[in-house]
C-alpha cells in the first residue's frame, strides 16, 4: 500500500489498535515517511503563503530529520518552494557550544537546510550554546516568549531518543516544563558519542524547549526508525505516561502522528502478536512467530505444547487451520531442526531436500562481505572456519577501511613502533607531529587516516590467515562513501556499487554472506548491505547469478530471532575458542573500542554470549544442546 497522506487520526478506535494511545503511521521505509512528511511541511508552508502568515516552524537535529531536510531542499530547488515566510525554532543545543563547532546543532541545521534554502537569517532561531551561565536562565525564558509572539508552533517535528527523550528532555522531565539547561542522560551520551569520536567529548549539558514548550506546538510529527527506537516506541505508544519515558506525555496532545519504519514499529503489539488483537492470516513466517512466542510465554519446548496452550493465548484459529496441536508442534519442530546444519556450504553427496544449503557442486566460490575489517569474524567466525576448513574458495571483501575506529592513543603507538625501525624517515616525524597535536574531537588529515587504516589493514590479514585464507583472496574494498575522516559519510554511489559489482562478477560466487545487521549505530551497515543489494540487482541477469545464493549474518548489535533463521550453524568449545582467538587479531578494536554503541562489553564477549544464547533458545524449544549457534536468514533479491 501506498501511504500518501499523514494526517492525523484519533487513535484506538479499531480492534487492532486498542492498545496504542498516540496515532502512528508505518512506512515500508524512512525515505518514503520523509518524504511525505515534508510534503505536509510544504503544503502548510504554502497555505501559510496564501493567507500572507508566516509559518512557524519547530525543528529536531539528528539522523532521524536529515531525509526530510533533503526533501525540502529538493523541493526549493526544483518545485520553486520558498522558506521566505518561514520562522523557526530549534528544539535544543548543546551547553556549550560553539555555533561553529562541526557538532553544534547551528552547524548541522545550517548544512542540512538553512544553506540551502530562502529562508531569512533573522527568522531562524537556534538555542545559543555561548550564553554564559549567569544569563542562561533569563535566556531560555525569553526564547519561549519570542515562539509566543509569533502565537506559537504550527508544526513541531520530533525524534526520540532510547530513553524516550524528546529534544533533551530526558527521563524524570515534568510535562509543564519549559525552555531550559538539563543534565544529559548517560545513554543520551553513548548515542552522541560517535559524531564527537569518543563519549569523553560529549557535554555533559544542553538547551533543550520543555516539554510543556513541545506541547503547545498545533500539529506534531515524530519521527523513528531502526530496530534500536523499536522498545522505547512500544513503551511511548502503548505504556502509561511517566516522566521516566517524557515522549509518553504526546499522548496528551490532540494532533500527534508517529511516522515509522517497519524495524522501529515492530514491537507494536498489532505487529509484533497480531493475534492478540484480532483475526490474522497464518503465513509460514507468522505462524513460526507465533509458536515461539508461545513457547516462551508457556516456558514449554514446541513438542510439549497442548491444544489449551494454543486456545488460552489467542491462536485458536491456528489451531482451527492445522487440526490439532501435534500437528503444528511436528511440522514446526522439524522446520527449525531443518535449519542446524554443520555444512554451511552444502554436504558433498548427500541428500539437501531438507538442508538449508545445496550440495552442489561440492567446493563452492564464496564471498563474505564484511562493512568493517572485523565483521567477519565478530559475526561469523565459526561459519568462516567452517568454511575455510571444507575445502571452499572463501574471498572476503572487507568494504570499509575502519579507519575512524582506531583511536588516536594505537595510531600513534604505531607510528612510533615505526620511527623506532626507521628512524632516519622524517615522514614518520611528522605524522607523529600530527598526531599528537591533534584536539580529541577534530578529523584526521589524510596521513593520520591512511596509518589507521594500514593497521586495520594489517589486523585483518593476521586473522585471515589465521583462519587459512590465502592473501590473494583478501579484497580491501575501501569504498569512497566511507573516506569522509568523519562519522557523517557520503551518500552510497555508482562507484561504490560498481567497486561490489566487479569484484562479484570476476569471482562468479555460489554463495554471498553479508551483514543484515540495520542496527549499527553508525549506519555503515546499512550503506554497505545497501551497495550489496544495487550491485545484485545490476548482475541478476547474467546467468552464473541463478546459482548464487545469498546468506545475510547480524553484527555484534544484533542477532535474528529464532522464527526469521534460515540456516543455524553450530560451534563445539573448541569453535568457539578458535573464534575468540581470529577477533582478538583486532587488537585495536579491543579495550575500549570508540564506536562500542550502548553495550560496554567487549566485541568477543557479545559475540560469544549472544552465539550461546541463540544456541539456549534452540535448545529451550526442544533441540540439540549446543555451545554456540551462528544464525544467517537468505535474502532472495
Known sequence: MIITSIKYQPVGQFEDTRFEKIHNIVFANSIEASICVAEEIAALIKTK????????????????????????????????????????????EYYPMDKNSVHSYYYFMHQHLFNHIDIKPENINIPNGNVSLSDLHQYCIDY??????????????LGIGRTGHIGFNEPGSHYNSGTRNITL????????????????????????MGIGSVKKAKRIVLLAWGHNKASVIKDTIE?????????????????????????????????????????????????????????SLTKKSILKLTDKDYNNYGMSSLLAQEGSAYDINIKMFNKIQHTITGWPGGKP??????????????????????????????????????????????????????????????????????????????????????????KEDTE????????????????SLAATRFIGVPDENIHFLNLPFYETGTIRKKPIGKIDINIIANLIAEIKPHQIYAAGDLADPHGTHKVCLDAIFAALQILKPQKYMNDCWVWLYRGAWHEWDVHQIDMAVPMSPDQVLRKRKAIFFHQSQKDGVMFQGNDIREFWVRAEERNNETAQKYHQLG???????????????
Not at 73 to 82: A, D, G, P
Not at 185 to 208: C, M, Q, W, Y
Not at 413 to 421: F, S
Open 444 to 459: 584526521d588529515d589524510v596521513e593520520v587516516r591512511n596509518l589507521k587504516g594500514i593497521i586495520r589493514k594489517r589486523e
Open 49 to 92: 503563503q496564501t493567507k500572507n502568515k508566516y509559518c512557524i516552524l519547530g525543528l529536531a537535529t539528528g539522523s532521524s530529520p536529515i531525509k526530510v531536510y533533503e526533501e525540502l531542499v529538493r523541493m526549493h530547488k526544483e518545485e520553486e518552494l520558498s522558506f521566505s515566510n518561514v520562522v523557526t525554532f530549534n528544539l535544543d
Open 185 to 208: 542522560d548517560h545513554i543520551t551520551r553513548v548515542d552522541a558519542a560517535p559524531s564527537f569520536l569518543g563519549i569523553e567529548n560529549v557535554p555533559k549539558k544542553a538547551i533543550t
Open 239 to 295: 505504556g502509561e505516561i511517566t516522566s521516566e519515558v517524557p515522549a509518553t506525555y504526546l499522548q496528551e496532545h490532540d494532533n500527534t502522528t508517529f511516522i515509522l519504519n517497519g524495524e522501529a514499529a515492530q514491537d507494536l503489539t498489532r505487529l509484533n502478536t497480531p493475534w492478540l488483537v484480532g483475526p490474522c492470516i497464518w503465513t509460514e513466517e507468522l505462524t513460526s512467530k507465533a509458536i515461539i512466542w508461545l513457547c
Open 623 to 637: 533441540l540439540a544442546d549446543y555451545a554456540a549457534l551462528e544464525a544467517f536468514k537468505r535474502y532472495y533479491y
Open 349 to 438: 553427496n548427500a541428500d539437501d531436500s531438507s538442508r538449508p544449503e545445496r550440495a552442489n557442486p561440492n567446493k563452492k566460490r564464496i564471498i563474505i562481505f564484511s562493512p568493517h575489517p572485523d565483521d567477519d569474524v565478530i559475526s561469523m567466525g565459526g561459519t568462516f572456519d567452517r568454511l575455510v576448513e571444507q575445502g571452499h574458495e572463501v574471498h572476503i571483501a572487507y568494504q570499509t577501511s575502519g579507519n575512524i575506529a582506531v583511536s588516536d592513543y594505537e595510531a600513534l603507538k604505531y607510528a612510533e613502533v615505526i620511527k623506532d625501525v626507521t628512524p632516519e624517515d622524517l615522514n614518520i616525524d611528522n605524522l607523529i607531529k600530527k598526531i599528537n597535536s591533534k
Open 144 to 157: 519561549d516568549l519570542k515562539i509566543e509572539t509569533y502565537g506559537g508552533l504550527d508544526f513541531q517535528l
